[in-house]
């Protein structure tokens, strides 16, 4: 019996990997034993998998909650699957899969059934993913049509900006006191003045509107 690691992913670092590490604390694996990548598994990039990976060495144990800590693609888990189980000759145990535990049913039958359960998980993890995309892009769309507005919200100019940015202009304070009175950055300022001489310049190609006196 090899070593016993465990492998824990989230995909982006404000994830919290708590449930992850739990399950692994309660199978009693070494806390330096645990790898843990908070960044996305669309490749395989990542400092601590390929870190394991390195220390892995036949007759070894791995841990994962689900198959798709392996990452995000069909193939590519299928792939690290096999180089894992394969040519570095480690068992893989998933904990939400009790099926997918190559410590079982070694022989011909039993890696059959596994490959299979393999497969089809893969390809559920994978679709799942591609669905979930598909219904924030919706979602986002949807709101986005009800005039919902996504990102930081806008700072606000004070009352007096006009009389500021032309006293800047005039060169009657200097840049750093126009700052302070709008209370923005520099680039702030400057995206907003340019939002503001732009609809200085509309208003101007707007053509008048003549009144009659009848």
Request: aromatic share 8%.
């Amino acid at each position: 019996m090899g070593n016993v690691y465990g492998y824990v992913r989230v995909s982006t670092s404000e994830q919290n990997e708590d449930r992850q590490l739990l399950a692994m604390q309660q199978l009693c694996i070494r806390r330096q034993n645990i790898f843990v990548d908070k960044r996305s598994g669309k490749d395989f990039e990542r400092p601590q998998y390929r870190r394991m990976v390195r220390k892995l060495k036949k007759e070894d144990l791995l841990y994962i909650k689900s198959i798709d800590r392996l990452g995000r693609n069909y193939a590519e888990i299928l792939e690290q699957w096999r180089l894992l189980t394969k040519e570095k000759g480690v068992d893989i145990v998933v904990l939400d899969m009790p099926l997918l535990d190559t410590r079982r049913g070694k022989d011909l039958m039993g890696t059959f059934l596994s490959d299979i359960v393999l497969q089809v998980l893969s390809f559920v993890a994978e679709n799942e993913r591609a669905n979930i995309r598909q219904r924030q892009a919706e979602g986002i769309a949807a709101a986005k049509a009800r005039g919902v507005r996504f990102g930081r919200p806008e700072i606000e100019m004070p009352t007096q900006y006009e009389q500021i940015v032309q006293a800047w202009e005039e060169k009657r304070i200097t840049l750093q006191q126009a700052l302070q009175e709008c209370s923005v950055s520099e680039a702030t300022f400057y995206r907003r003045l340019r939002r503001y001489r732009q609809e200085q310049d509309e208003k101007r190609k707007k053509p008048a509107i003549k009144t009659y006196t009848f």
